[in-house]
């Protein structure tokens, strides 16, 4: 699976959290067929745990082992690979076995015995943009992983290129509620450390504490703008949180994107992503 993040526009998508197999078999099922309409590498996404929610009691997935199991069952079913969040080092190995590629959450990139655990598995990776981050963070954290890479199998197979390891942009703070999104990083990230960065345009359009009760909103109707500025910018690829029923997502609901309208959306960032590239815009 090394060379997930090669060049060429790559989708990650997928509901934010594991949930029943008709909310993931559905999803996976549109997606691998919005892979073959669009000759789109797609990456199916979701977490088997949550827990960096705001509230308390809000629903985190169905943990390691039932979450595991649910995606393997994805992967089965649609062929797509399939990626999952860590939130503890210790969790690294058994996600390692059951999914494809692992991704480190935002509020995580800087932690540095779990950038090194998922350096060490082998896997590609996924590191997610600190809400607070800059893109020299983001290089310090991208070289966490390649160097824990490279100390396991030391050669110049081992060390992590381009293929390997991905960060995803997701705005940065405004305030306290507010995320806004630099286009300039994804020139500036890639230059820097020599990876692919993604655009996340559904956590780009959060607010967080704006929701019920002071949980997560958002503006979905945001969605569309940053995505395709994003691929106008250079982004080297996508990543989409989408629900075939946003409203009953127990996670993000309210800026996740729905399904059915993913692959018009996907078309339009497709044109805008291939119009840049025709005039070396990126």
């Known amino acids: 699976m090394n060379g997930l993040w090669a060049p060429g526009p790559v989708l990650v998508a997928g509901p934010c959290v594991v949930e029943s197999d008709d909310v993931n078999l559905r999803t996976a099922d549109a997606l691998a067929e919005l892979a073959v309409q669009l000759g789109l590498r797609v990456v199916y996404k979701a977490s088997f745990d949550k827990a960096n929610r705001t509230r308390g009691d809000a629903p985190r997935g169905p943990g390691l ?33 059951a999914a494809d590629a692992l991704q480190v959450p935002a509020f995580l990139c800087r932690q540095t015995d779990l950038l090194v655990a998922v350096g060490r598995s082998g896997k590609p990776v996924n590191l997610k943009k600190g809400q607070w981050a800059s ?27 381009p293929g390997d390891i991905a960060v995803t942009e997701r705005g940065t703070f405004f305030g306290y509620d507010d995320l806004v999104v630099d286009m300039r990083n994804f020139a500036r990230i890639r230059a820097a450390a020599g990876v692919p960065v993604l655009m996340d345009a559904t956590h780009a359009a959060q607010r967080p504490g704006r929701g019920p009760a002071g949980s997560t909103g958002g503006c979905r109707e945001d969605v569309p703008a940053l995505l395709l500025a994003a691929a106008a910018a250079g982004a080297d690829g996508f990543f989409l949180e989408t629900h075939p029923d946003p409203a009953r997502s127990p996670s993000d609901a309210a800026s996740m994107w729905p399904l059915a309208e993913l692959p018009r959306l996907m078309e339009r960032a497709l044109a805008v992503w291939r119009a840049g590239r025709e005039r070396g815009d990126d």
């Open 65 to 97: 082992e039932a979450g595991l199991a649910a995606l393997a069952r994805v992967r089965e079913r649609s062929g797509l690979p399939v990626l999952t969040d860590v939130h503890e080092a210790w969790q690294v190995a058994p996600a390692g076995e």
């Open 135 to 161: 893109p020299e963070v983001m290089v310090a954290a991208v070289e966490k992983v390649r160097n824990a890479r490279s100390a396991v199998a030391p050669g110049p197979s081992a060390s992590a290129g």
